[in-house]
């Protein structure tokens, strides 16, 4: 339903996002992971059409945003992380309004907020003033703006940014519910957030996808390796093996090499890891194993976060 091709973004010599390229299908809820500054945000923007990409390709439900972007956008909702939301008006004003923005049918438009507003918890506060609303209120708000015209898209950047503990849950309920009828893409930098809602994770530092997985295929085993050889040879060489997931790698002192590499379950690892060092005739220093969670996974691929694209 949303298919990304080598995107790229920058502003000035330097790039917000570079060669982006993922998809997610229908009724789908995926996570896109980082921490601020990744290029979350960014990525949204151009999902949806509020900026145009560099290079690259965009399509939303098999349509090309850039040569066919109001068919595109007709089939998206977006909740950005402020909702555009007017204070002076009530909440079935706003949504009315939203409804004929949406194109809903004049006729459809009170049974349409009716559903809307009983899905997002909202049909108390209809006659109230979004001005007057709290921030648990304002968000339901902005969500059932987001769901107008039930878009086969729903693009939520940092949807519980601000919410208490409870509304943080209730959030998460009405989203998974979503997710059984929507194609779903939530910005968030909280892991907790991602693997509590998520299908797929897609992980983003300094620009760049470093991981894009889905939850079900989180690794289960890893390993360390410290080899006497190049960084940017080994890397290359082990990424290549059908065995492994991914791999990174920090350059040491003295020529050695420290691998942090995921690998697939029922593989013999270190026999094959053992063969390609001997080949390259790097020797292996220290070799450890450990089990690995999506927040080590998290921690690991974006540790060079300060490192400029």
């Known amino acids: 339903m949303i298919a ?30 980082g921490r601020n500054g990744a290029g979350k945000t960014t990525t949204l923007n151009i999902i949806t059409g509020y900026t145009a990409p560099a290079s690259g390709d965009v399509s939303v439900g098999g349509h ?13 909702g977006y909740l950005p992380e402020k909702p555009p939301l007017y204070d002076e008006m009530t909440v079935n004003d706003y949504l009315a309004f939203v409804c004929r923005l949406r194109e809903v049918s004049e006729s459809a438009i009170k049974k ?28 339901r708000v902005g969500m059932a ?4 015209g039930n878009p086969q898209v729903l ?6 940014v601000g919410l208490d503990p409870k509304q943080v849950v209730e959030m998460r309920e009405l989203i998974r519910s979503l997710g059984r009828e929507h194609t779903v893409l939530i910005s968030s930098h909280i892991l907790s957030e991602i693997q509590a809602i998520c299908d797929r994770v897609i992980i983003l530092s300094n620009g760049r996808i470093v991981l894009n997985q889905r939850k079900d295929d989180e690794p289960k085993y890893a390993l360390t390796a410290c080899v006497q050889g190049r960084r940017d040879v080994l890397i290359q060489r082990v990424g290549a093996l059908p065995q492994v997931k991914s791999v990174s790698g920090e350059q040491l002192g003295e020529g050695a090499t420290r691998l942090e590499i995921e690998y697939r379950e029922g593989c013999d690892i270190y026999r094959v890891l053992g063969r390609l060092f001997v080949a390259l005739d790097m020797p292996l220093i220290s070799l450890a194993s450990q089990a690995t969670s999506l927040e080590e996974t998290f921690l690991r691929v974006t540790a060079s976060e300060e490192e400029k694209p």
């Open 145 to 148: 703006g987001a769901i107008c």
């Open 4 to 33: 990304l091709e080598r995107v790229s973004k920058r502003y000035g010599s330097l790039y917000a996002v570079r060669d982006l390229s993922f998809r997610i299908d229908s009724g789908e809820i995926a996570g896109l992971l």
């Open 64 to 76: 090309d945003l850039m040569l066919e972007p109001r068919e595109a956008r007709r089939l998206i």
């Open 112 to 139: 349409h907020i009716d559903e809307i507003t009983e899905r997002t918890g909202i049909t108390g506060e209809r006659k109230r003033l979004i001005g007057n609303l709290s921030k648990g209120y304002r968000q």
């Open 155 to 160: 693009i939520l950047d940092e949807p519980t």
